[in-house]
């Protein structure tokens, strides 16, 4: 942990690898593909789960668990979902010391056990709808790791809807991924776009999938959560009927949607620096640290005796404040341990602050002098919060602003080709499958969505110069 | 769902299964040993979780999530845990479409993986403690299953600490115990043992294994959570060191405790009663439910008014209530089905209520009418409140009365026979691992603890008849 952090411009991918790990986030597991996430990772994840969750039940929903084992027979019996799944699947032939009459796998997604439960429980349209959401873990073999953008195990939650018509379903579909948007930009600070997936991307097994699609710090692109319409496919894959008012026996309309621990890494791409993470103040673990400065004893009991004061008293404000009173470190290096955690704001208190009732309060998002004001002790819960807000919102309108930057709309493909490398390319598109292929393979970008937020007219594709077209993003992605 | 459930009395043990998915806490996962953990199950876990997580962190722990897979060759580094855990093992061979080089279990616990990275994590004395907690499930092989109580799977807690010294590890363990004490006293309303394993009964590697052990409703022992002091055992086997302020290399010294869904099932067969659940209600998904009772729509409008007022008062006064609002349903049946699942407290709004300004007022944990009073709407907030402190309390003090009338004190074998097919044996013991084996095979009760709480003097043991026994708890045990 001793070597410097590299800078984000001059290698991403290597700053954010040192960056994870450095900032105490994750660790790499024993198993190659596996992921340790650390106390400070976790809290992140905690705050994460918290800030969904509230909305989840809010909106109807309730939490369970299921099995991670389901049969491998399961798996086989949407077509789709298999051919998605098969190549990716870990599987158990062993347990209690003897070979299994029929291998399991670890759930690389809970539909199939799903559909044969729900198959179960629902008898008539008054058992329906079915809200339930999961917290777990998921297994999806992965050789070549980074650390919470793709790991063999990785942790998410994942939402199983069943309903008693097609309107009820493309209802719920959209509505959770206004949930995950209003999510990701009021919590996250990522401005995400949400919007259709084209049919190459879209989940095995559904018949729509939308998806929130945020731009990284490298201008590549990152789908940040998914919700899908799988329309009847698993109902009628595993029987999940209901007798309706007229007694008629009905497949019911099923959806599912899920966001991981990947947003973890959104967060660290759009929102870091060179000096370490950025993390919104409405998810950091601390919101804003404390740091002593004292040259002697005699200067130590005053100011610890007011760092402590004010700790209890922002603490008491509901504000999540850490203190951090380690011996035998100087402020300079708590401040650079501070900055590459993320906190999002540093109270600083001396001798010189404790005489004058004040503190030095700095903001981590605006580095230096610019971020740093001195301000009354009297009142510091309201000014803390207040600047908490001002971080929130000012971290949003950053990540806007880097995002529009470097959003092109290219007329045409040598253009595209140019954009692609360099950000987000909004275009009109009336192409095929197989033309998003050939793009695909000649500039890495794929179509990240069709945005919901459409233009009132269509317009002439880029690419195959048809009329009709629907605007679409194209990236590199993650 | 329609079958009556039986009395506790005629069959505990079909009582408790048919009560599990009557009362729609639990079903059964697709794969044999495997269960589902339904939205009314889940909410009393996640209750429950809440409850030691407070806990945890106030005594300065944090969580974290370490990967479900684990080499298998990690399993056979501790002598005695591979002998306890390698029966019961599920082992994955294939994963990504190949067959795997080293085969990976799918944790059954986490000590070992824990071992292999705290030994990366600790290189000097500044690194420990190490206090990390993990909210998972694991998986223990098992075919015969019991709802909560013995599955394949099962969702737990698991912590694992790390220490300079010896002395801070039996500190650990001891306090980790004593959480679970006043967890399972003060919230699940159980009066448990808290005391020491035997050498039999120890978990699989550790030096000594602390226990809380409760009284069930069929007078059979219950272990409810367990604290291990793993001494330097697994240190050793997995060179977790550190460099001393004297610059001298040791070994920590580790711990570990958990505690799993098999309290839901704990509570369960504590409290519940031939109606079914009667849960605490400080775990309690709904401390109280509303059920309106009107005969026309004449009555219907005043008393919903009133329904979703008192609703919105109690909520608002941190209660966590339901309102019954079902339609084509009988108040009778409402009863019913709230008492199944063991809501402790039910208010009923009817036109004379309205027009008196009152509600009846009910507690689960007294049936019929003793249990019912009137009581004025005014109020009704700090009213409910007490009803609940009032539950809470003699929950407890049942259990209590119940355990202590059902536990003996034999003198000798033969009166011990008869004993422990009847409750818990109090007794001084000083016989051999041998002799504990053979009262295993001729009685299938075996040594539940030494408690905590032990007389001043030692005593003649009722099996030897050997001086200096110390006292021991005997039962038949889930």
Request: aromatic share 10%; charged share 25%.
């Given at each position: 942990?001793?070597?410097?952090?590299i800078?984000?411009?001059?290698?991403?991918?290597e700053?954010?690898?040192?960056?994870?790990l450095?900032a105490?986030?994750?660790?790499?597991?024993?198993?190659?593909?596996?992921?340790?996430?650390?106390?400070y990772?976790?809290?992140?994840?905690?705050?994460?789960?918290?800030?969904?969750?509230?909305?989840?039940k809010?909106?109807g929903?309730?939490?369970?668990a299921?099995?991670?084992?389901?049969?491998e027979?399961?798996?086989?019996?949407?077509?789709?979902?298999v051919?998605?799944?098969s190549?990716?699947?870990?599987?158990?032939?062993h347990a209690?010391?003897?070979?299994?009459e029929?291998?399991?796998v670890?759930r690389?997604?809970?539909?199939t056990?799903?559909?044969?439960?729900?198959a179960?429980?629902?008898q008539s349209?008054?058992?329906?709808p079915?809200?339930i959401?999961?917290?777990?873990?998921?297994?999806?073999?992965?050789?070549?790791?980074?650390l919470f953008l793709r790991t063999s195990?990785?942790?998410?939650?994942?939402?199983?809807?069943?309903?008693a018509?097609?309107?009820?379903?493309?209802?719920?579909?959209?509505?959770m991924?206004d949930v995950?948007?209003?999510?990701a930009?009021?919590?996250?600070?990522?401005?995400?776009i949400?919007?259709?997936?084209s049919e190459a991307?879209?989940f095995?097994g559904a018949?729509?999938?939308?998806?929130?699609?945020a731009?990284?710090?490298?201008?590549?692109a990152?789908?940040?959560?998914?919700?899908?319409n799988?329309?009847?496919?698993?109902?009628?894959?595993?029987?999940?009927?209901?007798?309706?008012?007229?007694?008629?026996?009905?497949?019911?309309?099923t959806?599912?949607?899920?966001?991981?621990?990947?947003?973890?890494?959104a967060?660290?791409?759009?929102?870091?620096d060179?000096?370490?993470l950025?993390?919104?103040?409405r998810?950091a673990?601390?919101?804003?640290?404390?740091?002593?400065?004292?040259r002697s004893d005699?200067?130590?009991g005053?100011?610890?005796a007011?760092?402590?004061?004010?700790?209890?008293?922002?603490?008491?404000?509901g504000?999540r404040?850490?203190?951090?009173?380690?011996?035998?470190?100087t402020p300079g290096?708590k401040?650079?341990?501070?900055?590459l955690?993320?906190v999002?704001?540093?109270v600083?208190?001396?001798?010189?602050?404790?005489?004058?009732?004040?503190?030095?309060?700095?903001r981590?998002d605006?580095?230096?002098?610019?971020g740093k004001?001195?301000?009354?002790?009297d009142?510091?819960?309201?000014?803390?919060r207040q600047?908490?807000?001002d971080?929130?919102?000012?971290?949003?309108?950053?990540a806007?602003?880097?995002?529009?930057?470097?959003?092109h709309m290219?007329?045409e493909?040598?253009?595209f080709k140019e954009?692609?490398?360099?950000?987000?390319?909004?275009v009109?598109?009336?192409?095929?499958p197989?033309d998003?292929?050939?793009?695909?393979?000649?500039t890495?970008?794929?179509i990240r969505?069709?945005?919901?937020?459409?233009p009132e007219?269509?317009?002439?594709?880029?690419?195959?110069?048809?009329p009709g077209g629907r605007m679409?993003?194209?990236?590199?992605?993650?």
């Amino acid at each position: 942990m001793s070597d410097k952090l590299i800078s984000r411009s001059e290698d991403f991918n290597e700053w954010y690898n040192t960056l994870v790990l450095k900032a105490d986030l994750a660790d790499y597991g024993p198993v190659r593909g596996t992921m340790i996430v650390k106390p400070y990772g976790w809290a992140l994840w905690e705050n994460i789960q918290q800030a969904l969750d509230r909305r989840f039940k809010a909106t109807g929903h309730q939490n369970a668990a299921f099995p991670m084992f389901i049969p491998e027979s399961f798996i086989k019996r949407e077509a789709k979902h298999v051919a998605g799944f098969s190549p990716e699947l870990a599987v158990v032939t062993h347990a209690g010391g003897e070979k299994l009459e029929e291998p399991l796998v670890v759930r690389p997604t809970s539909e199939t056990i799903i559909g044969h439960t729900y198959a179960k429980w629902v008898q008539s349209y008054r058992d329906l709808p079915i809200l339930i959401n999961l917290w777990n873990s998921v297994v999806r073999w992965e050789l070549r790791t980074k650390l919470f953008l793709r790991t063999s195990e990785f942790y998410w939650q994942e939402g199983h809807t069943a309903h008693a018509t097609a309107e009820e379903a493309a209802f719920e579909t959209r509505q959770m991924l206004d949930v995950y948007t209003d999510f990701a930009v009021n919590d996250m600070a990522i401005p995400v776009i949400p919007g259709e997936k084209s049919e190459a991307e879209r989940f095995a097994g559904a018949d729509r999938t939308f998806t929130i699609e945020a731009m990284m710090g490298d201008r590549r692109a990152l789908q940040a959560g998914t919700s899908h319409n799988l329309g009847q496919n698993f109902a009628r894959a595993f029987d999940i009927k209901y007798l309706d008012q007229n007694n008629t026996l009905q497949y019911c309309w099923t959806t599912s949607w899920g966001l991981s621990t990947r947003v973890i890494g959104a967060i660290i791409m759009v929102h870091g620096d060179d000096q370490g993470l950025i993390l919104p103040p409405r998810l950091a673990p601390y919101q804003t640290v404390i740091v002593p400065i004292f040259r002697s004893d005699e200067e130590k009991g005053p100011v610890m005796a007011a760092v402590e004061r004010l700790g209890r008293e922002l603490a008491a404000g509901g504000i999540r404040v850490k203190v951090d009173d380690r011996e035998q470190l100087t402020p300079g290096f708590k401040f650079n341990d501070w900055e590459l955690r993320g906190v999002p704001s540093r109270v600083e208190v001396g001798p010189r602050d404790v005489a004058n009732n004040s503190v030095a309060l700095a903001r981590r998002d605006v580095p230096g002098r610019a971020g740093k004001q001195f301000v009354a002790q009297d009142g510091l819960v309201d000014t803390v919060r207040q600047l908490l807000d001002d971080i929130q919102a000012a971290m949003l309108e950053k990540a806007r602003q880097f995002r529009e930057a470097n959003t092109h709309m290219p007329q045409e493909y040598d253009s595209f080709k140019e954009a692609v490398q360099d950000g987000f390319a909004r275009v009109w598109w009336a192409g095929t499958p197989a033309d998003e292929a050939r793009i695909k393979e000649e500039t890495k970008a794929t179509i990240r969505c069709f945005p919901l937020d459409q233009p009132e007219a269509s317009g002439v594709c880029f690419y195959t110069g048809r009329p009709g077209g629907r605007m679409a993003i194209f990236a590199r992605a993650y």
